[in-house]
């Protein structure tokens, strides 16, 4: 409203110019001074200045010059005004433009969800390196760039261009490649202090108002879903292998020769009182969908990550189980099974879901969608001096 109100001002005010300076000019060529103001040249004394000026301007080659050039100047002046409200009653809808540089491990995801995902509008996502130069950003997956960077970009950036470096693996999990320092604008991962924070899940206002929950019914004590498996380096096998002593668990994936498909997951994973969400690695702010999918389901999660005050910047405290809060893993495994005895107190990690619900993210997608929300947002100058020490520190 304002960008349109300014448009009509400025274009008022120039039509007053023209016409004031139309009538100056048609003073000039018919009124004849009595004070000799104009700076002209020598001429005889019989001569007035004032009327040698004025006459020149009476000629009719002189007449037509100036009816031509204040006419030029009014259709320049139009036509640049209707560039200038075209823009301006667009606004904001005009398009950022994202370039997906590569499918994060090759996976697709639909290019059009902006803003029936996300509420996010006026962003164009593309995978076609043609639009390159007219790309606002350029989102990379890091771990699908190759170490000598020779599948990025050979053209020269774009002065307004901004590349997002994407990530959501671990530094653990994730190589260090030396020659990103100074080549990114900015970063995009689960980290609270990246430029653009996409977590694995999130906690959300239950705007449907405060409701009652009902507790699925469960079969299952505990249970785990695991392929990964380290003994020399994952802290969360050294503690199983001495928390299975005290108390049964339901083992599923791969290592366990029971690999559970997508279709199987809902049944499985709804069926347990207690999930054992362990972390393959322990960093701040790692915390992912080990943990939002057994919340959605309505399964406590009991964790290994980072410390308890970590997980509640993100999520309830009531709403899992840290190991930490027990001395030993004994310890853990008899307070499990002192909830399975009592409802009352099993039912406590569910208080929360009468006010919030749990939403999954989506990987890529989101983090596109964001980065072109946050370019479109913000048009200042930025870039990660040392990514490196950033990230793996």
Not at 323 to 330: A, L, M
Not at 362 to 374: K, M, P, Q, S, W
């Amino acid at each position: 409203m304002e960008s349109r109100n300014s448009s009509r001002s400025c274009k008022n005010l120039f039509i007053a110019v023209v016409l004031m300076t139309g009538f100056s000019a048609i003073f000039y060529m018919y009124y004849e001074p009595s004070v000799n103001w104009l700076n002209c040249p020598a001429v005889p004394k019989h001569d007035d200045c004032g009327n040698i000026c004025i006459n020149g301007l009476k000629r009719p080659n002189q007449i037509q010059i100036l009816n031509n050039t204040l006419m030029l100047n009014l259709t320049s002046f139009r036509h640049q005004l209707t560039q200038t409200e075209a823009a301006s009653s667009q606004g904001d809808d005009l398009d950022t433009i994202i370039l997906v540089w590569m499918w994060p491990f090759g996976h697709q995801f639909d290019l059009g969800l902006c803003s029936s995902m996300y509420d996010i509008h006026g962003c164009h996502l593309t995978v076609d390196k043609s639009q390159f130069n007219k790309a606002h950003g350029v989102l990379f997956h890091h771990r699908d760039i190759y170490g000598d960077l020779s599948n990025m970009p050979k053209l020269p950036r774009p002065p307004f261009q901004k590349w997002v470096w994407m990530n959501m693996e671990s530094p653990s999990n994730t190589a260090i490649h030396s020659s990103l320092n100074n080549l990114f604008n900015l970063t995009s991962s689960y980290r609270k202090d990246s430029d653009i924070m996409v977590p694995y899940g999130r906690i959300s206002e239950n705007t449907g108002g405060k409701k009652h929950y009902e507790i699925l019914h469960k079969n299952k004590l505990v249970c785990w879903i695991v392929s990964n498996w380290n003994p020399n380096t994952h802290r969360r096998t050294k503690y199983f292998a001495e928390f299975e002593k005290h108390i049964s668990v339901e083992t599923y994936g791969n290592h366990f020769n029971k690999r559970i498909g997508d279709e199987d997951y809902t049944d499985v994973m709804s069926s347990c009182k207690f999930y054992l969400s362990f972390e393959n690695s322990v960093h701040k702010d790692y915390i992912t969908e080990k943990l939002y999918r057994p919340l959605s389901l309505g399964t406590v999660p009991v964790v290994i990550g980072p410390p308890r005050e970590n997980y509640e910047e993100f999520i309830p405290a009531s709403a899992f189980i840290h190991v930490d809060d027990f001395k030993t893993p004994k310890g853990l495994a008899d307070h499990l099974k002192c909830l399975d005895q009592n409802d009352d107190l099993y039912r406590q990690h569910f208080t929360w879901r009468e006010h919030f619900i749990v939403r999954g993210g989506y990987f890529g997608l989101e983090h596109a969608c964001r980065a072109c929300d946050h370019i479109r947002r913000n048009k200042n100058y930025r870039v990660v001096n040392d990514l490196n020490s950033w990230f793996w520190g």
